[in-house]
């Protein structure tokens, strides 16, 4: 079965989530899907998300979970992740100040268990350098049922590890994340959530082994299996 991975824009440097589902009830479906080496809308211009998280229902619903029911003083509390992988452990730094809905949505996924026996389908060694997860499916399609707004974008850049979200456009983040492993210029339409703490030499080993380049050169499923067996939460 052809995968539908990530693809990478080499003309706008950006990533762009191609979901057969959610996209499409988002406006950017298939029939849509940007190709290699065009721009996408989204580059263009960055519209304001309307206030607050917006958390709504959106398909695909893998794994569905529910839908996060926002709570300021929860959200306000600071905590740290811990990716248990088959390549070893990567722990970040939550920005919950900077990014309280996306750091909101990332714990409520986590508590619920949705990130457990998944794996990293996306890796990227040439223009930007990304390892990408998130997907219970695997495939680059799935998402928790619901998607919501952009935040913490003024000014954002995406230095060796970061911890950003993935998108379809404007205010469309799920539950897909990438880890950044090499500084990379991205334009700002991509909510960093997260620093890397502890494991930036296994997102390192992990990229120096490569990638299939199933989506062009330079762009695949990492050729060393990343699989998550548990993701906890430390509150601080």
Partial sequence: ??????????AAATLVLGLAGAAQAQGVGPDAKPQAGAAHPAAAATPS????????????ADRFKGIPVFNAAKAAQPYSAGLRTSQGVITFQALTA?????????????THG????????RLTTRGIFVLQCGDP??????????????ENLTGATYPAGTVAMANAGPNTNGSQI??????????????????????????????????????GPGDGFPTLPVDISRVTISRH
Wanted: with cysteine.
């Fill in 1 to 10: 079965m052809k995968h539908r991975q990530w693809t990478l824009l080499a």
């Fill in 49 to 60: 998300a309307p206030a607050g998280c917006g958390f709504v229902p959106a398909v695909p």
């Fill in 98 to 110: 900077q990014a309280p809905c996306t750091t909101f949505s990332f714990r409520f996924l986590t």
């Fill in 114 to 121: 949705y990130y457990d026996r998944t794996h990293c389908h």
């Fill in 137 to 150: 499916t695997g495939t680059g399609s799935g998402g928790p049922g619901y998607s919501f707004n952009d």
């Fill in 178 to 215: 990438f880890f950044v492993w090499k500084d990379t210029k991205l334009p700002p339409l991509y909510t960093p959530f997260g620093r890397v703490t502890g494991g930036l030499n296994v997102l390192q080993k992990i990229a120096a082994a490569g990638e299939d380049d199933q989506n």
